[in-house]
């Protein structure tokens, strides 16, 4: 069953999206990118005017409506460009993982029939060759980095920037063409394909439309209170439906700043320097923080452990209360606000988490002990529960209820929704979009119980539930009003 509802007026599209942006945030910066130790920025005026150039000349290479464009490299504004570009031409992005070895990228590229690739260096160039030699498949080459590359033979390849210049070269018959493939994109459109992990067997596509995307976007944005003056770092892999919601979908319909580190070597310098106010990161990222910061303390002086020690007793204390809203007695909010100067403001500064005002984590439970470290320090850290088919977003933490063992309540539900997969079947409306699944033997109905490993089955403790309609096995059903699932259940597949 799918829901349908009414579009938000002629924001039916990635390309729209980025049209009003144009319009609204034209001067302000939409992409920045560190490069040899400098900070690089694009407005959205010039990102659109590099992205259009860039459709043009993917038109002119050969690229038309209903291909696949496999983008495979590191974080960098030129390849979330291609994927919009990708869109512009009515095809379909497919975003792959950095760090694939060449076998893995046969069994994607062959799966999707990718007739182009946007690769980031010289590394995704030799595996995409690989992979061709392996399999006699042929997919034309475009590449982002040009080192190394000189001496390759450039019949079947060609630099970002030369299909750029020559979109631009052919702008006066290729853009009228461009702009009415724009104008037939609706919410039905496909916005992406994107493999899941593949950990029950070999990877599924999941293809999300525009209406998967935006209404996601748009429901999620509005939850968290996410504007334009936002700054978030995009450092998580393109291939994964979370940086693809962060960087790209809420992105695009809040105007906010993507920012791309230089590498992982320069993540926390880079984080210090931006200063990211919206941040997602699963729980081992911050707990090699932590353990950071511990190792560091143990090294320090006397003086500096026994502030610290102090300090965090105050913030375990008073500081999750304060976030909250709640109020706490006056000696604790003086020693509270004394260890914001002395202990947790230069700690977070550190980190690059001082002026984080939402942060996220998924993608498997996180230790309470953790939890508990950074919403001390007064980071608004929340935990998701998600997945690819859904568009990420299943259940979330609102403000003022968040906690270790605090229940998630289903994020805000989607207008409309529509995924499909490879043979899939549909599945009734999640909380942001529809989730489809790979056919299996039926589902034995299950109640709040039966979905439960037999050991746990006899406690009376609080634990995980899923519903599941009792009355149709394969379909997951609507979320009962008042009914949430624990924060432990942050993991995306």
């Known amino acids: 069953m799918t829901v349908q509802q009414t579009p938000p007026g002629d924001l039916q599209s990635v390309p729209a999206l980025l049209a ?9 910066p939409a992409y920045r990118e560190k490069e040899f130790g400098i900070w690089q920025s694009w407005t959205w005026t010039q990102a659109a005017d590099e992205i259009r150039a860039l459709a043009m000349g993917l038109m002119a290479q050969g690229l038309v ?16 460009w291609g994927m919009i570009a990708a869109q512009m031409c009515g095809a379909i992005p497919v975003p792959l993982y950095q760090d694939a070895v060449a076998e893995e990228m046969a069994y994607v ?42 001496k390759y033979d450039h019949a079947n390849m060609a630099s970002m920037a030369d299909v ?3 979109g631009r070269a052919g702008a006066a018959t290729l853009g009228p063409r461009l702009d009415a493939i724009v104008a037939g994109l609706n919410y039905d459109s496909t916005c992406v394909m994107l493999y899941t992990s593949g950990t029950t067997g070999k990877p599924k596509g999941v ?54 580190p230089e590498g992982a070597h320069t993540m926390m310098t880079d984080m210090r320097e931006i200063g990211p106010t919206y941040f997602f990161a699963p729980p081992r990222v911050f707990e ?72 996220y984590t998924a993608g498997e439970a996180i230790g309470p002990e953790i939890f508990d470290f950074y919403r001390s320090l007064g980071i608004n850290l929340k935990q998701l529960y998600g997945q690819t088919e ?3 977003f299943i259940t979330q ?25 490879e043979r899939s079947i549909t599945a009734a409306p999640a909380p942001s979009s529809n989730i489809t699944r790979t056919p299996t033997a039926p589902r034995p109905p299950r109640t709040p119980r039966a979905g439960l490993p037999r050991a746990m089955r006899g406690s009376s403790r609080r634990r995980p539930v899923i519903c599941a309609s009792s009355t149709a096995p394969r379909t997951w059903a609507a979320w009962p009003t008042g009914r949430c699932s624990p924060p432990n259940m942050s993991r995306t597949s």
């Open 397 to 421: 933490q609102p403000d003022g209820r968040c906690g270790p063992t605090r229940w998630a309540c289903p994020a805000p539900a989607s207008r409309s929704a529509s995924a499909t997969t």
């Open 164 to 166: 750029q210049a020559q």
């Open 20 to 28: 009003r942006n144009v319009a609204r945030f034209g001067d302000r």
């Open 109 to 150: 590229l062959d799966h999707c029939g990718a007739r182009f690739v946007l690769c980031g260096d010289q590394e995704q160039v030799d595996k995409v060759l690989e992979v061709e030699q392996t399999t006699g498949a042929s997919a034309r080459i475009i590449y982002t980095d040009a080192r190394g590359l000189r």
């Open 207 to 260: 293809v999300l439309s525009n209406r998967n995307i935006i209404e996601t976007a748009r429901n999620t944005a509005d939850f968290d209170h996410l504007t334009e003056v936002e700054e978030i770092v995009a450092y998580l892999p393109m291939a994964w439906v979370g940086d693809f919601i962060f960087s790209m979908g809420q992105a695009m319909w809040s105007g906010f700043t993507v920012n791309c």
């Open 390 to 392: 859904a568009s990420v």
């Open 65 to 80: 409506p209903g291909d696949h464009m496999a983008i495979i490299g590191r974080n960098r504004p030129a390849h979330y």
């Open 288 to 359: 090699t923080q932590l353990t950071s910061v511990m190792i560091r303390m143990e090294d320090a002086s006397r003086l500096k452990r026994w502030l610290f020690k102090r300090g965090m007793a105050v913030a375990h204390r008073a500081g999750p209360a304060l976030l909250d809203g709640k109020t706490v007695g006056l000696g604790d909010k003086l020693a509270y606000a004394l260890g914001k100067v002395f202990v947790f403001g230069p700690l977070k500064n550190t980190l690059g988490l001082s002026r984080v005002r939402v942060g």
